[in-house]
Nanobody, 120 residues
Framework: QVQLRESGPGLMKPSQTLSLTCTVSGASITAGDGAWNWVRQPPGKGLEWIGY???????DYSPSLRSRASISRDTSKNQFTLRLKSVIPEDSGVYYCVRFHKAGWFYDYWGQGTQVTVSS
């Protein structure tokens, strides 16, 4: 059914801008029942919500990352992209794209995750 897959560089150096793209199949990112999120999990820590882009374009972000994170989309490719500026080693972890299902009020589909390591 619905599948999400993350893609992007696995290795980053501090101060660079991370760009990760989520490709969605089986559902349209413009459909009104979904909102499209990024979350991450640093090693040995819990999940951290980064932000989302709603089906019609508005975005929201975690206060701790609002100054550095941005999410955009390409509706023709059914993709949405996370950009995280000025990365530091603490940004390392597994990054997931996730759909929030509005009708059911829960996160119903997850990507497999992609490892990002920030190291000099």
């Amino acid at each position: 059914q619905v599948q999400l897959r993350e893609s992007g560089p696995g290795l980053m150096k501090p101060s660079q801008t991370l760009s990760l793209t989520c490709t969605v199949s089986g559902a349209s990112i413009t459909a009104g029942d979904g909102a499209w999120n990024w979350v991450r999990q640093p090693p040995g820590k819990g999940l951290e919500w980064i932000g989302y882009i709603d089906y019609n374009g508005p975005t929201d972000y975690s206060p701790s990352l609002r100054s550095r994170a941005s999410i955009s989309r390409d509706t023709s490719k059914n993709q949405f992209t996370l950009r995280l500026k000025s990365v530091i080693p603490e940004d390392s972890g597994v990054y997931y794209c996730v759909r929030f299902h509005k009708a059911g009020w829960f996160y119903d589909y997850w990507g497999q995750g992609t490892q990002v390591t920030v190291s000099s």
